[in-house]
């Protein structure tokens, strides 16, 4: 018999559900049809089928550890109750997990998003090898995570690892944090999307303009392909979000002194757009970076600390995609010390 | 019989000692006449003939724990040496845990000076009630301690806790670091000085013009005075400072979400300048403190965590004065795992 868990990435549109075995083999994966704008009670009950399913079919064969679910906002992880999201209107002081215990009679571990996504780079992709990383997740914001000792720091009140609003430019984009010219305004694909806009209006960047004429789906997709294809407007954008990037990551090397920080999302598939002011940026900024970069024949994403305690410095793109959280939600129960209040 | 330690503070200058009980009551304090400057044998001879004259004295009352040593300077953990020391020059690899250890057999741990502060101020200065603190040390740069449950955070190659180098201003004046704008940059002695040198050459701060004129010794003290005398272009050099350490701390308090924070060292005295606008701008740039900031009616720097886990963010200014080194140098070996090498 294995050992599996169940990973819920409970996303701001859909909700996908995994089934992950203690060696990290992937037993089960679904998208499920659930809108998670149809409401929370439907979500609930449509999660807790699913998984109902998965844990049947797997029931011969495996032992069910426990269910890890991300979601995006913050948890009050001694309530396992949702603080503030505002992408699940209507889960706000719900006992997400003390529900789904209850329906379910497992343990359950609700996990910030990206915390979760931290977790699963940290077990299955870009940073197996080290017990202390930090991932940023550049979605439609920016996301953090950070695990010290292979655990996830959560701070006392469980808001840690949001490097998503460290300052970049102290009179910069006003951001929906309260504050100006956080990271997330220069690095996410909602930001990605204003700076080609603002480019627009400038009237010099005719490729732009062109193509947000032609598609109503214009993507930070579509900045990252023109940039690829020599469009200067573009690759200014896409070398502003290195810059920023670069500073965030500078500041965390010159904090932390860390082997791993690792860049995900979707915004990181634009990695050689930003990649190279990103790492011109941390190395002119970051005198413990220069004092522990990688030697320069070593591979940009080699892995830090294999073979011997950790002693160089690597930036690494995310290697599971957007499975990182599901992956990440599904470790949560095997090394959560929280046991079930069934 | 108590058991005491010896902690040293081996400064850019000066070589100070105490002697202090597990209980943090200090037995013994010394300024030694030795001149840092002199060379590294002969403060290695007079540090260690102070410490062996304060050991016989207390020999028939108490025990020795061992020796912490606080030095400006990057510590390799592992060897005991110094990496980098700009005020030290001469002690670059060599190997001074072992030296002392062999001379005086006992236990000598080696400390970077600003790690041993924020130690000092979490042991029995303000930061006693909670396991995890930074502090934030304003001196002739701008030094950094983390500590988290209840350890100094080294990182892998012990260079971490560097938030004096968090970058404040893209374009910024030059660090010393390689990057322009650190913190170090707008809030340490060195930086009010020289703002204030900036503020003089405009011709628009004639009270400070003139205290320059009169005093060669002219110092961040001095600008203070002027700042509390109600001197505007004084004033606005505080305001600048705060406004550079408010947006490092609402930075921290994003990342790390602990109950606190220190101020020390000696520009840490103008806290009545600059403490309004450092206090504003963390409010307007942090949404974590905002969630998680102390009740109206609770004074400034009330102690966090006491009584239960910690709930609020508190900003405080440090108690310890000049000895919160020397203090934390002493508790070094008391809370240290590393044996002696003799």
Redesign the interface.
């Known amino acids: 018999m294995t050992t599996f868990a169940i990973g819920v990435d409970l996303g701001g549109t859909n909700l996908r559900i995994a089934a992950v075995d203690s060696a990290g083999k992937t037993l089960e994966k679904i998208t499920t049809s659930t809108q998670v704008a149809r409401g929370r009670d439907q979500v609930i009950d449509e999660m807790c089928g699913a998984i109902q399913e998965i844990v049947d079919k797997l029931r011969n064969t495996g032992v069910l550890a426990g269910i890890g679910i991300g979601v995006p906002g913050i948890i009050e992880m001694q309530t396992g109750m949702l603080r503030d999201s505002p992408n699940l209107p209507g889960w706000q002081n719900y006992p997400v997990r003390d529900e789904i215990e209850r329906r379910l009679k497992t343990t359950v571990v609700l996990e910030n998003d990206a915390n979760a996504a931290a977790l699963g780079e940290k077990w299955l992709g870009a940073a197996t090898t080290v017990d202390?990383m930090i991932m940023l997740t550049l979605g439609t914001g920016v996301g953090?995570g950070?695990v010290?000792g292979g655990k996830i720091?959560?701070?006392?009140?469980?808001?840690?690892?949001?490097?998503g609003?460290?300052?970049?430019?102290?009179d910069g984009h006003p951001c929906n944090?309260?504050?100006r010219g956080c990271l997330e305004q220069l690095a996410s694909a909602t930001a990605v999307k204003r700076m080609a806009m603002e480019a627009v209006e400038t009237g010099k960047a005719p490729q732009m303009a062109q193509a947000m004429k032609a598609s109503p789906e214009f993507s930070s997709k579509a900045i990252y392909d023109l940039a690829m294809e020599g469009d200067a407007p573009a690759q200014e954008i896409f070398r502003r979000v290195g810059r920023a990037l670069g500073?965030v990551l500078?500041?965390?090397v010159?904090?932390?002194?860390?082997?791993m920080y690792v860049i995900g999302g979707g915004v990181a598939s634009a990695w050689d757009a930003f990649a190279p002011s990103m790492m011109e940026t941390v190395r002119?900024?970051?005198?413990?970076y220069?004092?522990?970069a990688p030697p320069k024949d070593a591979p940009a994403n080699a892995d830090a600390g294999r073979g011997g305690?950790?002693?160089f410095t690597v930036i690494s793109q995310a290697r599971l995609g957007s499975d990182a959280g599901l992956i990440g939600a599904a470790r949560l129960p095997m090394i959560s010390s929280h046991s079930p209040r069934v």
Do not use: Q, Y
Not at 165 to 170: A, D, L, Q, R
Not at 254 to 259: H, K, L, R
Not at 284 to 288: A, L
């Open positions: 202390d953090g950070i010290l720091w959560h701070g006392m009140t469980g808001m840690a690892g949001e490097p609003h460290i300052n970049v430019e102290p944090c309260g504050s500073t500078a500041d965390l010159n904090i932390f002194n860390i082997p002119k900024n970051s005198f413990v220069r004092a522990t305690p950790p002693r």
